[in-house]
């Protein structure tokens, strides 16, 4: 039996090591508007490729997890949810990295999925209940 369970672990240790080499967690990728670089989400950073192919370069490297990037209309920009707080919160960052930062503070979680046409705004989703005197609350 210790010879059927040696060949077993050993099936799974190449198995592990294939994986390693074709990772499969890449995640909400996001094409620049010239299609010519990919941003996606990997292990909860990300990171940006040319879109005809070569070594993907990270973006953001640490604990939090971000991910759902989302580029400006011209390219210069790219917004993306992080939980670098406790929830997550739409972040910008120049598309060429560098330094985050945090557009929205609420404790419900928020999502990129736009910019406006004008590249100003970041439109995002979130799930926010309003206070109890709104009409969607109503009184006796």
Not at 12 to 26: E, G, N, Y
Not at 87 to 105: K, Q
Request: proline letters at 7%; zero cysteines.
């Amino acid at each position: 039996m210790s010879k059927y369970l040696f060949v077993f672990l050993l099936l799974i240790m190449v198995k592990i090591a294939a994986a390693q080499q074709t990772p499969l967690w890449l995640r909400y990728p996001a094409l620049s508007p010239d299609g010519k670089t990919i941003v996606f989400s990997y292990k909860g950073d990300l990171y940006k490729v040319p879109s005809a192919g070569g070594d993907a370069v990270p973006l953001t490297l640490h604990e939090a997890h971000d991910f759902m990037p989302v580029w400006s209309r011209d390219g210069q920009f790219i917004a993306f949810a992080s939980d670098r707080y406790g929830n997550f919160d739409v972040f910008v960052m120049p598309a060429a990295g560098g330094e985050a930062t945090r557009l929205t503070y609420h404790s419900a979680n928020d999502y990129p999925y736009d910019f406006t046409p004008d590249g100003k705004k970041v439109i995002f989703g979130t799930n926010r209940n309003d206070i109890y005197t709104s009409v969607r609350f109503p009184q006796r």
